[in-house]
């Protein structure tokens, strides 16, 4: 199961290839992160796509914000829809970042690309570093999902990948819903600062149960 899971995690190129046919929706929480991050701060979106949220926070008045991707199409398509964007191509293990350069920073939808325990545990310590002691990590991402289309799948593949959410879609991406268990697991070096349940449509148009986390940096590369 390891090897496999581990051979899955490389999955950039699927991203890759989808990078001109897909969009993604998960909304900024705008009231509650102005509230917290001034216009000045340095903000890094891990994961941003083609740099729809970087977009967004650069009209909001966020005067520094750079979005790293490891999909080169997505970093390609954000840099032709939107130019004057601060978007790099990354390797998904480093960030070329010094400690504690950023106030905050992004995860949307980029968890559920990358499905192992082990691997999560590893992006959200390479935040942790970059991060500010009391700079702020926003999360967004898939809950596991009570429908009968979904609740058939994670059981199809729940004996191939072990951990519960883990599935492979039709044209191949293997990606994961989580509960929320496991994500304050995942940030419990975090202090949590609010944690919603939303309301989102996926990649493939069905809607969908999602969550948004904020939690601030307790300092050190934890
Ligand atoms: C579902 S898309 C979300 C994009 C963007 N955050 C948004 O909400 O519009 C997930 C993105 O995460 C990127 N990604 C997946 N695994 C990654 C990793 N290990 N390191 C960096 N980027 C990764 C993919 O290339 C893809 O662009």
């Known amino acids: 199961m390891g090897l496999k899971l581990h051979s899955l995690n490389n999955q950039i190129r699927y991203w890759d290839s989808v990078a001109y046919r897909k969009n993604f929706s998960h909304p900024l929480n705008v009231r509650l992160f102005q509230s917290m991050v001034s216009p000045e701060a340095h903000i890094l979106d891990y994961g941003c796509g083609y740099g729809r949220t970087c977009q967004q926070l650069v009209e909001l008045g966020f005067k520094n914000v750079i ?4 999909s080169p199409s997505m970093i390609e398509r954000g840099k032709h829809d939107h ?4 978007l790099h191509l990354i390797d998904d293990s480093e960030l070329p970042y010094s400690n504690e350069t950023f106030d905050a920073v ?15 545990f590893r992006v959200v310590h390479e935040i942790s570093r ?4 009391n700079g702020l990590l926003y999360i967004s991402d898939l809950l596991l999902q ?3 289309r979904n609740r058939w799948r994670y059981d199809e593949f729940a004996d191939e990948f072990d951990i519960y959410g883990i599935f492979r879609l039709p044209d191949g991406a293997v990606v994961r819903h989580h509960d929320l268990e496991w994500i304050e697991s995942l940030t419990s ?4 600062m609010a944690l919603h349940e939303i309301d ?3 990649m493939n148009g069905h809607p969908a149960k999602a969550f948004q986390y904020l939690g601030r940096s307790k300092g050190g590369s934890q």
């Open 67 to 70: 979005g790293v991707d490891a």
């Open 83 to 86: 130019p004057h964007l601060n």
């Open 106 to 120: 992004l995860l949307f939808s980029v968890l559920t690309c990358i499905p192992t325990n082990l691997r999560q």
């Open 130 to 133: 970059v991060l500010r002691p």
């Open 146 to 148: 009570n429908d009968t």
């Open 189 to 192: 070096n975090f202090l949590q």
């Open 200 to 202: 989102v449509t996926t």
